[in-house]
């Protein structure tokens, strides 16, 4: 059997940040040889890039090896050899209990590290031997400058990570373990990969971080940009349409940046801000360094700056010590701001934070119930919003195909997921689109002309 390229097998789990990561694993491993395939079967390489923030992550994550092992020993009784290795932040955070518990585990290695993956590579597949591999070291330092340029077009919108890692130390979470201290990237850097993504099609950028806001890169001048600046210059570049960042910190969200939203047209009016709770002994015990008030005020003055803004949060119901009386005041906040789409969870300890330590512990059922109610409420606003927009006309960037024949999806300045009926040769277009329908998730509409006449499908 013949084959001119190896095959990779990356399966990611978890946040943008991961997918970002997978997508530059891939470019590394590029020039060794290794093209992406879609099952762990026959894979010369298979990665499980992996999250930390769910529930029984670790579980999963063997859950999949034992599968993997199976595909493995398939593999070396064929006469060939699997490289099996578990990277992200279960990696981080678990990796001698992982290289201990699964002797078939070649690599080890943290989110801070894969720029070494052709050294690990070579010990794994070294002529005089293999050596297993666990590489946990959290300096970012080097990672960003090491990272080879990226290999393909990215997509009409894509991610751009400009931050990494967190000093915030919400108790009830793992990212500052397992991502280590907040680290911003060079602002030229970025600039260089903005345009490179352009120059590929990229219309819109999502600048990513796990604390994007506290972004604080470096200029050729050694002067230090706060994100405001960055997304300014950002919307300098030609061929670049739309900007948009994500997660936030409430505490991190300065004048400068609030007035960006205003000034930047650019800068979609859409905005990810994690609150969690909406009081304030629950975000005492979360450690947020926030007040539900303090948090009003910044979603007034966003408000005043940029009035059509659309917002969305992360929340957690049933910390430690949560009361009916706090869960209230979560549901109060929530009427009080008018999302238009949230994320919202289960409390649940994730080893090694302070939450997993603290009492008070709230029951699975009154979780449940809370919890429901939670999302009866966020499901109502986020439909309001949606069907507010019907009748409307918005500008639509079409980012891929849709599920249907002649059908096209796109995503509205408020994020929106839109269905729109279009010819597939649209694709990367930004074309206005009468609303006509709105769903729970999404809304859909046609392509009106620039009389206002609404195209027959045909035609587009
Ligand atoms: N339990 C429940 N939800 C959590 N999140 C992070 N850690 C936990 C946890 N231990 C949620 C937070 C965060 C989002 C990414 O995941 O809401 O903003
Ligand atoms: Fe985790 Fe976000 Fe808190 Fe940082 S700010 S510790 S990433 S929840």
Not at 303 to 323: C, H, M, N, Q
Request: proline letters at 4%; aromatic letters at 6%; a negative charge.
């Amino acid at each position: 059997m013949t084959q001119d390229h190896k095959k990779l097998y990356i399966k990611t789990w978890g946040c943008q940040m991961n997918v970002y990561d997978s997508n530059r694993m891939i470019d590394i491993l590029a020039p060794f040889g290794y093209k992406t395939t879609e099952t762990a079967d026959d894979a010369d390489m298979v990665i499980l890039n992996t999250c930390h923030i769910r529930e029984k992550a670790t579980e999963k994550v063997f859950s999949d090896l034992g599968r993997i092992r199976a595909q493995k020993q398939i593999k070396k009784d064929a006469g060939g050899k699997m490289v099996v290795a578990v990277a992200g932040c279960v990696a981080q955070a678990e990796g001698e209990y992982i290289m201990d518990r699964a002797p078939y585990v070649d690599m080890v290695f943290g989110p801070q590290t894969y720029h070494e993956l052709p050294e690990m590579m070579a010990k794994v597949l070294g002529a005089y031997g293999s050596e297993r591999v666990v590489n946990t070291e959290l300096t970012t330092d080097d990672k960003f400058d090491k990272l080879p340029e990226e290999a393909e077009s990215q997509g009409v919108s894509a991610f751009l990570s400009v931050q990494e890692g967190c000093d915030k130390f919400c108790t009830f979470c793992v990212v500052p373990y397992t991502r280590g201290g907040e680290y911003s990237r060079p602002v030229q850097q970025i600039i260089d990969e903005a345009k490179r993504m352009v120059d590929g099609g990229t219309r819109e950028i999502n600048l990513l971080g796990q604390n994007v806001n506290a972004f604080h890169g470096l200029d050729t001048i050694g002067a230090t940009w706060g994100l405001g600046r960055l997304i300014r210059e950002m919307a300098e570049i030609d061929g670049l349409d739309r900007i948009r960042y994500t997660t936030s910190h409430p505490r991190d969200m300065d004048e400068d940046l609030i007035e960006t939203h205003g000034s930047v047209e650019k800068l979609m009016p859409f905005l990810h801000l994690p609150v969690q709770s909406g009081s304030d002994r629950i975000l005492k015990l979360m450690n947020r360094k926030h007040t539900a008030d303090h948090y009003r005020d910044i979603i007034a003055k966003l408000r005043k700056a940029r009035p059509d803004l659309a917002l969305s949060s992360d929340f957690i119901v049933g910390f430690p010590g949560e009361t009916e009386e706090d869960h209230q005041q979560t549901l109060k906040l929530v009427e009080d701001i008018g999302y238009t789409s949230c994320y919202s969870f289960k409390y649940s300890p994730r080893p090694g934070t302070p939450g997993a330590n603290m009492g008070g512990l709230v029951h699975e059922d009154i979780k449940s119930r809370r919890l429901q109610e939670l999302q009866a409420l966020l499901n109502k606003q986020q439909i309001e919003f949606n069907e507010q927009t019907i009748g409307k006309t918005l500008p639509i960037l079409l980012d891929r195909k849709g599920r249907h024949e002649g059908q096209m999806h796109g995503r509205s300045p408020f994020m929106q997921s839109v269905h729109v009926e279009a010819n597939e040769r649209l694709y990367g277009k930004i074309v206005d689109v009468k609303i006509d329908q709105a769903l729970a998730n999404s809304v859909s509409g046609q392509i009106v002309t620039a009389d206002g006449t609404v195209m027959k499908k045909t035609a587009a």
